[in-house]
């Protein structure tokens, strides 16, 4: 189609283009590689059916956020196809004759596909520039207490403006090209968008359509020789660095467990991450595959609860530092700036509840809360430098074997008056059972193991509790950084736990249950670990008990971060609420709920110190519990049903809202 | 700036405390032991002016069995040089006097700048080890000390008195001072402090002799009793005998 002066032009533009973009990509991947633990790339790029299925199906985008998703994957899939588009209207152009099977109807389907999806595309990428630009969506903002950086609050915008504009001319002039191409050749019936659009052009003189058909064509492809080399610089990187982070995914037990640290190491110079060359590269090609939706920040308790973290500011945060710094970074200088001037405050690091609803959102794998665990485990092992509150737990842990410091004494008083047998004494048992520090010294948490006791004893369980010699399994230490202590305590478990032959083991705390199945694991033993809502969904299923279904009144249920994101546990407490529920009562879910859950604000340590910006994170739970108008609120975890009882009486709701436990429902009622 | 900094080792305020049979001293296996109070706090500020100096040398010394190498180590790993370990085989005496003069022994020919120690051990509660010491040792003394500041080869002291009320003092160097608690924010030992800890020196010397003049009779768990008293008369009569009651008799007003 093109004469021989612009294909000559062609590709000279071509050469630049791409060897402008070579420089700049090259540079990515270096800067990628200035990371600690290294991506294995063959592994990752063996994962490509991963990336693919991703990428094709676009599921990850309908998780949160359904109808963008629904867009998004219209303006993927269009794109997709375009990657073909390309390559057939460069052989279009260069090749004089070439026609892509015209006359055939594989031709013709495809022409008929690219016709329906750049109209897709270009009606998705307005509605994206209208809902940025003019409708104005306030997610895709992060507000102000947030650290992000000056240039990124302007830049992303700006980025967001180019790419738009990028795609709706290049889709655009495609589109109209193909209208002139339709205009000189005849109507296409595969072609209606264009056959219409053709119709404008009646009138115009050969000449006129001719260039008109050069131009979109030009427009088309000159656009992307002159937008490649911008390309790596642009969060439209995404397109394919986010499949590939998918493929290069580390393979966690839970995604609040990190791998083990050696700290006997003699030459480790550095413990946690500190500056930003200390992330491991998976975590620094996060930051090229973040598209900045700002998914994670929808849910995430400290931001909605108007605290400085955003998790979506970490990754956006990283990658204009990487822009700003490409080529001294990548030639290998040193980043000089610690983490928390630059990419999260260390108030932001403390507001993290590793609730884990970030990397649930992320439709490109990224996980930002494992940034802020790396910069926590800094802080503490390097720095000491955490909350005040935070170091008399370490104390209380390390000198008395619990986060309360009471004494390890009386751990095993909750079971004074029940008959619960010790390991001590039964020598060993099927099952553990493991009431956790919180069930054996908070008062509501003591009903809660005395509940669990009975319906073990109920249901003939072969069980022992190490009572007095069980210790807190260190989980609060691990998520607030404390790596060393965390060992400690693991020691001490682990050791009773080959003493006495433990295999499997109940506990009511998911935190608990996180640290013993997964944290254990990572150092290497082995235990079959299983939440009580799922222990005692499984003993009803069996018949070995049966509650009476006398609960008369709606209850709306709590999900547990640590037992359904980190452990993905979302039916078990589900089915046993249902095995009290009365004939005119439900189980009402709240808004947030299952792998969108809302967290309490105990987690990741935050049961133990208090950040006292915005609004408190109990708070706002109790209040969308409340709105349910269930008079009951259940929980499964400790922590949630601390905070719970708190949001009630600083709500003062003591009235309107109680809070049980699961298995106080179920001990109720056999 | 050589500063040593006594430190004991005492039983949490959590932990069980189960008394021996003879009621000599309370069963030592099942404490759960931790840093005395102020001694952690006396630890801090003698760290801060070796930091503030920019050099100078911190010594943590204590006394008694090898359990309280946990103690000695927790000071290393904050930031102490290194140890003096004053080996006895059980807590020690009672007797201030004489744990007073061991300690002087222990450190006078060690040529020490400074001398803290915290205001009062929480077991046995004296109070006086680092005053008397500091006469034994022919150092200027000052106990209960807010806050310090050191320069000129003095040092000046905040010392605490009754009802709010605080004087300062200029000691000339050495001195001996005793810190109360909450003068500053005691640290949480890094990682790195925690390793190199292990490679620090721990002085293991033999506690000089001393004849004890006072011990203790009995160890025994104060046995609490219920007394209800019940207020009769007219309101005005109740409300008197109320605030006589909790002024003369349970003291709380």
């Not at chain 1, 990515?28 to 990371?35: A, E, L, S, T």
């Not at chain 1, 099927?430 to 520090?437: P, Q, R």
């Not at chain 2, 001694?39 to 204590?62: C, H, P, R, T």
């Not at chain 2, 061991?102 to 120690?117: G, H, P, T």
């Given at each position: 189609m093109l004469s021989n002066l612009e294909r000559i032009l062609f590709v000279i533009l071509v050469v630049v283009s791409m060897g402008l973009a070579w420089v700049t990509f090259r540079r990515?991947?270096?800067?990628?590689?200035?990371?600690?633990?290294?991506?294995?790339?063959?592994?990752?790029?063996?994962?490509?059916?991963?990336?693919?299925?991703?990428?094709?199906?676009?599921?990850?985008?309908?998780?949160?956020?359904?109808?963008?998703?629904?867009?998004?994957?219209?303006?993927?899939?269009?794109?997709?196809?375009?990657?073909?588009?390309?390559?057939?209207?460069?052989?279009?152009?260069?090749?004089?004759?070439?026609?892509?099977?015209?006359?055939?109807?594989?031709?013709d389907i495809y022409r008929f596909f690219v016709d329906f999806f750049s109209m897709v595309v270009l009606v998705g990428v307005l509605l994206f520039v209208v809902r940025r630009f003019i409708t104005k969506d306030e997610r895709l903002v992060t507000n102000e207490p947030v650290l992000l950086s000056e240039s990124a609050r302007k830049g992303v915008k700006r980025d967001s403006l180019i790419v738009g504009v990028f795609i709706i001319l290049h889709v655009g002039f495609r589109f109209v090209g193909a209208s002139f191409e339709v205009a000189i050749h005849g109507a296409d019936w595969s072609q209606p968008g264009a056959t219409l659009l053709s119709a404008a052009w009646a009138g115009l003189s050969p000449d006129a359509l001719v260039f008109g058909e050069h131009l979109g064509w030009w427009m088309a492809l000159g656009l992307i020789l002159g937008f490649m080399p911008y390309f790596p610089y642009s969060k439209h990187a995404h397109l394919f660095m986010g499949p590939l982070n998918y493929m290069a995914q580390i393979e966690r037990r839970s995604p609040s467990t990190l791998e083990i640290m050696?700290?006997?190491?003699?030459?480790?110079?550095?413990?946690?991450?500190?500056?930003?060359?200390?992330?491991?590269?998976?975590?620094?090609?996060?930051?090229?595959?973040?598209?900045?939706?700002?998914?994670?920040?929808?849910?995430?308790?400290?931001?909605?609860?108007?605290?400085?973290?955003s998790p979506a500011a970490i990754e956006i945060n990283k990658r204009y530092y990487f822009n700003e710094h490409l080529k001294e970074f990548s030639e290998g200088a040193d980043s000089l700036d610690s983490l928390s001037k630059w990419m999260l405050s260390e108030e932001a690091a403390w507001s993290c509840t590793t609730c884990g609803f970030c990397i649930e959102a992320c439709p490109v794998g990224n996980e930002p809360m494992v940034d802020i665990l790396r910069m926590r485990q800094d802080l503490v092992l390097m720095e000491s430098n955490f909350p005040r509150d935070a170091m008399e737990v370490f104390d209380k842990i390390e000198n008395y074997g619990n986060p309360w410091g009471m004494s390890p004494m009386d751990r095993?008083?909750?079971?004074?008056?029940?008959?619960?047998?010790?390991?001590?004494?039964?020598?060993?048992?099927?099952?553990?059972?493991?009431?956790?520090?919180?069930?054996?010294?908070?008062?509501?948490?003591?009903?809660?193991?005395?509940?669990?006791?009975?319906?073990?004893?109920?249901?003939?369980?072969?069980?022992?509790?190490?009572?007095?010699?069980?210790?807190?399994?260190?989980?609060?230490?691990?998520?607030?950084?404390?790596?060393?202590?965390?060992?400690?305590?693991?020691?001490?478990?682990?050791?009773?736990?080959?003493?006495?032959?433990?295999?499997?083991?109940?506990?009511?705390?998911?935190?608990?249950?996180?640290?013993?199945?997964?944290?254990?694991?990572?150092?290497?033993?082995?235990?079959?670990?299983?939440?009580?809502?799922?222990?005692?969904?499984d003993m009803i299923k069996e018949g070995k008990i049966s509650p009476d279904k006398s609960l008369e009144e709606d209850v709306t249920f709590h999900d547990a971060c640590y037992v359904g994101r980190h452990h993905g546990e979302y039916d078990a407490p589900r089915d046993v609420l249902e095995s009290v529920m009365g004939e005119d009562a439900n189980v009402v879910e709240m808004p947030r709920s299952k792998e969108e859950s809302?967290?309490?604000?105990?987690?990741?340590?935050?049961?133990?110190?208090?950040?006292?910006?915005?609004?408190?994170?109990?708070?706002?739970?109790?209040?969308?519990?409340?709105?349910?108008?269930?008079?009951?609120?259940?929980?499964?975890?400790?922590?949630?049903?601390?905070?719970?009882?708190?949001?009630?009486?600083v709500t003062g709701q003591d009235e309107t809202m109680e809070v049980y436990d699961i298995a106080e429902l179920v001990a109720d009622r056999i | 700036m050589k500063i040593a900094v006594l430190v004991k080792q005492v039983p949490g305020s959590e932990s069980p405390l189960p008394i021996q049979s003879d009621q000599s001293w309370v069963d030592e296996g099942g404490i759960?032991?931790?840093?005395?109070?102020?001694?952690?706090?006396?630890?801090?500020?003698?760290?801060?002016?070796?930091?503030?100096?920019?050099?100078?040398?911190?010594?943590?010394?204590?006394?008694?069995?090898?359990?309280?190498?946990?103690?000695?180590?927790?000071?290393?790993?904050?930031?102490?040089?290194?140890?003096?370990?004053?080996?006895?085989?059980?807590?020690?005496?009672?007797?201030?006097?004489?744990?007073?003069?061991?300690?002087?022994?222990?450190?006078?020919?060690?040529?020490?700048?400074?001398?803290?120690?915290?205001?009062?051990?929480?077991?046995?509660?004296?109070?006086?080890?680092?005053?008397?010491?500091?006469?034994?040792?022919?150092?200027?003394?000052?106990?209960?000390?807010?806050?310090?500041?050191?320069?000129?080869?003095?040092?000046?002291?905040?010392?605490?008195?009754?009802?709010?009320?605080?004087?300062?003092?200029?000691?000339?160097?050495?001195?001996?001072?005793?810190?109360?608690s909450g003068l500053n924010t005691p640290r949480y030992p890094s990682l790195k402090g925690i390793m190199g800890a292990k490679k620090k020196e721990i002085t293991v010397i033999e506690p000089s002799g001393g004849d004890a003049k006072q011990s203790l009779d009995k160890v025994y768990v104060p046995q609490s009793e219920k007394q209800t008293v019940m207020i009769e008369g007219s309101v005005d009569q109740q409300v008197e005998k109320l605030v006589d009651t909790m002024r003369n008799d349970i003291k709380v007003l």
């Open positions: 990515m991947f270096k800067v990628i590689g200035r990371g600690s633990d290294p991506i294995d790339w063959a592994k990752a790029l063996a994962k490509w059916p991963k990336g693919l299925s991703v990428f094709l199906s676009q599921k990850t985008l309908f998780k949160t956020r359904p109808v963008v998703g629904a867009i998004h994957a219209g303006v993927a899939w269009g794109f997709t196809l375009y990657l073909l588009v390309n390559v057939i209207d460069v052989l279009y152009g260069m090749v004089p004759g070439f026609h892509f099977l015209p006359n055939h109807f594989i031709g050696d700290l006997e190491d003699e030459d480790a110079e550095q413990f946690g991450a500190a500056k930003v060359e200390h992330l491991p590269q998976k975590e620094l090609l996060d930051a090229y595959a973040c598209i900045m939706c700002n998914r994670c920040q929808d849910g995430c308790p400290a931001y909605q609860t108007g605290k400085e973290l095993e008083k909750w079971t004074e008056g029940m008959d619960v047998p010790k390991m001590r004494e039964k020598g060993s048992a099927e099952y553990l059972y493991w009431a956790g520090c919180s069930g054996a010294y908070d008062d509501r948490g003591k009903d809660i193991s005395r509940s669990v006791a009975k319906i073990m004893n109920e249901a003939g369980v072969d069980y022992a509790i190490l009572g007095n010699e069980e210790t807190c399994t260190g989980d609060s230490a691990r998520r607030i950084g404390n790596e060393y202590l965390f060992q400690m305590q693991a020691m001490q478990n682990m050791e009773n736990f080959e003493k006495y032959d433990v295999k499997k083991v109940v506990t009511q705390c998911p935190h608990c249950l996180t640290t013993l199945k997964n944290d254990y694991g990572e150092i290497g033993m082995e235990l079959e670990v299983v939440h009580h809502s799922e222990f005692i969904a809302f967290c309490c604000g105990a987690g990741g340590g935050n049961m133990w110190y208090e950040i006292n910006t915005g609004k408190r994170i109990n708070v706002e739970r109790f209040e969308e519990a409340i709105e349910t108008g269930a008079k009951k609120v259940a929980t499964s975890c400790n922590f949630c049903m601390i905070m719970m009882e708190d949001a009630r009486k | 759960a032991y931790v840093m005395n109070e102020s001694d952690n706090y006396a630890l801090e500020e003698a760290l801060q002016i070796k930091e503030q100096n920019g050099e100078g040398e911190v010594v943590v010394v204590s006394l008694g069995p090898d359990r309280i190498q946990k103690v000695i180590r927790e000071g290393l790993a904050k930031g102490a040089d290194r140890a003096i370990h004053i080996k006895t085989d059980t807590a020690g005496s009672v007797d201030p006097l004489v744990t007073a003069s061991q300690f002087a022994d222990a450190l006078k020919d060690e040529n020490f700048d400074l001398i803290f120690s915290g205001l009062q051990s929480d077991d046995v509660g004296m109070g006086q080890t680092g005053v008397i010491m500091g006469e034994l040792m022919g150092m200027a003394t000052a106990s209960l000390a807010m806050a310090t500041e050191v320069g000129d080869g003095k040092i000046k002291v905040k010392r605490e008195l009754e009802a709010g009320w605080f004087q300062w003092v200029s000691l000339s160097l050495p001195a001996s001072i005793t810190i109360q």
